[in-house]
């Protein structure tokens, strides 16, 4: 407490000792967070910085130690949100990282071209069921607004299961050559 009260009046030294004393467990609580030790380099540097400009509202409810934990899991949050927002991959091939292990933070979710191949193949899927013939539109509109079993699509479209089987057949043999 007495480095606290020192470092709190203005006295670098004091923060400075602080810092070699919180370093280590704060620097294993990022890693764990983060689970990337240059991502939890950069947390604890933001934490340690973050608690010295703020250190002057520290008011003591807590043990110092507990209050830096706080700010060094908040800095940790941010960077793995930044990292969700933009992912970054190293090209560093000296890197103490698992390669495997890069490779799976990288965003998962699709680019915006994907996105759109995706949406026009459906709207080319849906122009083409659309020019189906009725008889054999109905059924496959049934089959994909309800999802269900071929005995279930038969029973809504009042067909025997022999009859539907039949006309999904070749609704999808006729968007094949359609769609290809």
Known sequence: MQLVSAAKSGEHHAFVELFHRHSAKILRTTLRVTGNH???EDAMQDAFLNAYAHIAKFDGRAQFG?????????SSLIILRKRRI???T?????????SSYVWNLIDSSADIE?????YERTLRLRKAIGRLP?????????QQ????SLKETAEF???????????LLRARQALRRTLV
């Open 38 to 40: 240059h991502d939890a």
């Open 66 to 74: 507990s209050w830096l934990i706080r700010i060094a899991i908040n």
């Open 86 to 88: 933009r992912p970054e």
């Open 90 to 98: 190293s090209i560093d091939s000296s890197s103490d990282i698992d």
């Open 114 to 118: 994907t996105h759109y191949f995706i």
């Open 134 to 142: 009725p008889k054999l539109r109905s059924v496959v509109e049934i």
């Open 145 to 148: 607004a309800r999802d269900g």
């Open 157 to 167: 479209a009042n067909l025997s299961v022999a009859a539907a089987k039949s006309r």
